[in-house]
Every structure is written in structure tokens, then in C-alpha cells.
């Protein structure tokens, strides 16, 4: 049956895509904490050769030689390799390695024929509590290595040569209930280790997920939904910081020509297509962020787009607005209902100027671009115009002999 987490088995095993995600994080922590601690019970595991003298001296050299020229170096082999094998052989390792130094008192303890030799037996129950609660198999682990640790006790037991039948039995109860107590504190400890991580996994997935959520209305709320663009939210606000600056910085305004007779004459869906094309031309002339002056495109409503460009000044500007009117002309998409004849969709444009060292406000800088995307318009259409303060609006050359500017999308 599954936890109640629904992420956990009864023997406390992950999905194997939450087991990854695991690993990824607490690997390198457990791999440090298995070597240390491997390192660490060898030394412990080394002192009872001490008392091998005391309890077993009828096989104290058997018993020193196995502790340090056998388990030893096979700790320090597997300490080593904990680094250098996939995580499931990392922890099969662990296992295999403290089912091995456990079989090596248990056999000394079958060997010995000294008084007192039957005291060596509670050595290996101590290397059962250190496997499961110090060193913390897997759970699934440490229920393989105690029930393996406690069927070898017990045959050792039974079939000790000599062995009193009341102190086998004593001895078996006693290390049953070791073995079973430290097994039970591993469960515990697995089970809590387990789904601590599935709480704050599922804690940090929903926050992320929350966070995505704001970012994504955050972008509905500043996209225009049509083309994509920017909205006038966002110009607006780019527009008062800019203009806030000394820098220098200037505002098109553009305006799709005779938008409402497109409208009429191939209806609203083909209108709105044609504003998204539009929009997308647009958007080519916006470049990666450090490489060309900072540009801002947005859809100001309906056939209207703007742009605001950081650190340009009259020529930068001109060079700008000429470039998106022969890209929008190059499009050739088709206007049949354009009544001066043309027969394709342009744009005009008013341009407004901040120059550096002033400090603008975005109600003036618009008033001087729409009054000159007016005069564009009176003009014919097809062109750009430029504002020069106080709503006085400069003559533009012909935007055919303007040359092809850097601004223009490759």
C-alpha cells in the first residue's frame, strides 16, 4: 500500500523521478557522511582487538589479523568507491560491507573455545545498531541486513560446540530484541527522513509554481493579447522612466495608414491579421539587450504601435523611423480599399525628441509625437515627421532618399 504521501512504499522507497531529484540534492552530503562514518567505525571496529586479548586468546592473532589485514582494507576500498559508483551500488556496497564485518565476530565467536569467549557474541549486535542508526542503510536495506545479521546469529548459536541450551536461548531473545529495536529506530528514522523531503519538495514545487503563476499573469498583463507587443501599460511606464533620465531619448508614434478602410474592405479578421504581421515586423527591430541602444516597441491601441528609444538622439531617430517605413511598405501586404491608389499597407509616424541633459514628462513627449504623426499624415502618409519642441514640426526629407539605416532588421 502506499504511503500517505502517495510517494512512498511500505518500504520507504521513492518514485523514481522524486528518487533522482533526491539523489541530485543529498548525494554528494551522503557519500561525505558514509565515507566519514565508514573511516570512523573501523577504528571502533580495531579497539576490540583489545579485548580479543581477554576473551578469546586462544585465537587473538586469528582475530587481529581479520579485523586489520581483512575488514580494514575492504572498508577502505568500499570508502573509496563510494565516490566512483551509481547511487543504487553505493548503497548495496554499504550493505554487503556491514553484513562482512558482522560475519567476521560472529565466526571468531564460533571458533573460540576460551572461558569467556561466549562474551564476544554482543560484539556483532553493536555492528547492527551502528548499520542502521549511525551509518542509516535504506530501510529496505537494513530490514535485508538484520534479518540476514540475525539468521547468522542464531546459527552460530545453535550450533556452537559446547554451548549451554539455557544461554543459547538467553542469547538469541537478547539478540533478537537488538536487533529488532535498532531496526524499528531505522523504519522511524527513514520514514521521517522521507517524508520531511516529499513536504518540502511538495512545498518548494508549489511555491514555484505560484511564482510561475505570477509571472505568467504578469505577462498577460503587460502583453497585448492580439500581437504580442508589449501594452500601453508597459510603455507607459518605460516612456516616464526614460524621459525621467538626462539622457537623451526619443518616442514614435505610428500609425497604420488607412486602417479603417482595410477594415472595411477585407473585414476585421484580415485586419487583425495585418496588425499582427505589422507587430511582428516590429519586433525584429527590437535587438538583444547591450548590443544597440535601448528599445521599447508597444501597441498603443487599435492601428497604433510606438517606440521608445534610449540614448538617440534626431538622427538615430530619423534613421529609425525610415527603416520601419520602408520594412512595413516591404511587407506588400495588400490594401484594395486605400483611397489614394497605393494599394499596399504603410505606416506613418511622428516622431518627439528628449535631448540629453533634460528631463522630460511623458504627457509632453506624446503630445509632441502625436501632433507630428498629424502632420505626417497630412502630408500624404507613407512618412515620418519630427517634432521639434513646443509642437513646432521640422521638415523630413523623402523617405526615399533617406539610405538603408543599421536600425533595419537583417
Known amino acids: ?14 518514485d523514481a523521478r522524486t528518487e533522482a531529484q533526491y539523489e ?14 565508514t573511516l570512523l ?20 592473532e586469528l582475530s587481529a589479523a581479520a579485523r586489520l589485514l581483512v575488514v580494514t582494507p575492504v572498508s577502505v576500498m568500499l570508502a573509496w568507491l563510494f565516490t566512483h559508483v551509481r547511487p ?27 572461558p569467556l569467549g561466549v562474551y564476544t557474541f554482543g560484539e556483532s549486535i553493536l555492528i547492527v545498531v551502528y548499520g542502521n542508526l549511525l551509518l542509516a542503510l ?28 539455557q544461554l543459547c536461548s538467553a542469547l538469541i531473545v537478547q539478540y533478537g530484541t537488538g536487533c529488532a529495536f535498532s531496526l524499528y529506530a531505522n523504519y522511524r528514522m527513514e520514514r ?20 510561475a503563476a505570477r509571472r505568467r499573469y504578469q505577462d498577460l498583463s503587460d502583453t497585448d493579447a492580439l500581437t504580442g507587443l508589449p501594452n500601453r501599460r508597459v510603455l507607459d511606464e518605460t516612456a516616464r522612466a526614460w524621459f525621467a533620465e538626462a539622457r537623451p531619448a526619443a518616442l514614435l508614434m505610428i500609425d497604420v495608414d488607412h486602417f479603417k478602410a ?14 499582427r504581421r505589422v507587430a511582428a515586423l516590429f519586433t525584429t527591430f527590437v535587438p538583444e539587450p547591450g548590443t544597440m541602444p535601448a528599445i521599447q516597441a508597444a501597441r498603443f491601441g487599435g492601428e497604433e504601435f510606438a517606440f521608445v528609444l534610449r540614448d538617440a538622439g534626431a538622427p538615430e531617430a530619423v534613421r529609425f523611423a525610415a527603416a520601419l517605413v520602408r520594412a512595413v511598405a516591404a511587407l506588400g501586404i495588400a490594401h484594395p480599399g486605400r483611397p489614394d491608389g497605393l494599394g499596399v499597407v504603410t505606416v506613418s509616424i511622428g516622431i518627439a525628441l528628449k535631448e540629453a541633459g533634460t528631463v522630460g514628462t511623458r504627457e509632453a513627449l506624446f503630445a509632441q509625437a502625436d501632433r507630428a504623426l498629424y502632420q505626417a ?7 515620418y515627421v519630427l517634432a521639434e519642441g513646443d509642437g513646432v514640426v521640422a521638415a523630413i526629407p523623402s523617405v526615399s532618399v533617406v539610405a538603408r539605416s543599421a536600425w533595419e532588421p537583417v
Open 262 to 275: 482595410f477594415n472595411d474592405t477585407l473585414g476585421h479578421p484580415e485586419g487583425d491579421a495585418c496588425l
Open 88 to 114: 543504487a551500488t553505493r548503497e548495496l556496497l554499504a550493505l554487503n560491507g556491514l553484513t562482512g564485518a558482522v560475519a567476521m565476530p560472529m565466526l571468531l565467536f564460533w571458533l573460540t573455545t576460551a
Open 41 to 60: 567505525g573501523m577504528v571502533f571496529y580495531n579497539i576490540y582487538n583489545f579485548t580479543s586479548i581477554v576473551l578469546m586468546p586462544d585465537i587473538f
Open 377 to 383: 499624415k497630412r502630408r500624404g502618409r507613407n512618412g
Open 24 to 37: 541530485a540534492e543529498t548525494g554528494p552530503e551522503r557519500i561525505v557522511t558514509l565515507r566519514r562514518l
Open 138 to 165: 535504506r530501510f529496505r536495506h537494513a530490514l535485508v541486513f538484520t534479518a540476514v545479521v540475525f539468521l547468522g546469529a542464531g546459527l552460530a548459536v545453535a550450533t556452537k560446540p559446547g554451548l549451554d541450551p
Open 1 to 14: 500500500m502506499p504511503d500517505a504521501t502517495g510517494r512512498l512504499d511500505w518500504l520507504l522507497r521513492f
Open 192 to 211: 521521517q527522513r522521507c517524508r520531511e523531503y516529499l513536504r518540502v519538495s511538495a512545498a518548494r514545487s508549489a511555491s514555484e509554481a505560484a511564482e
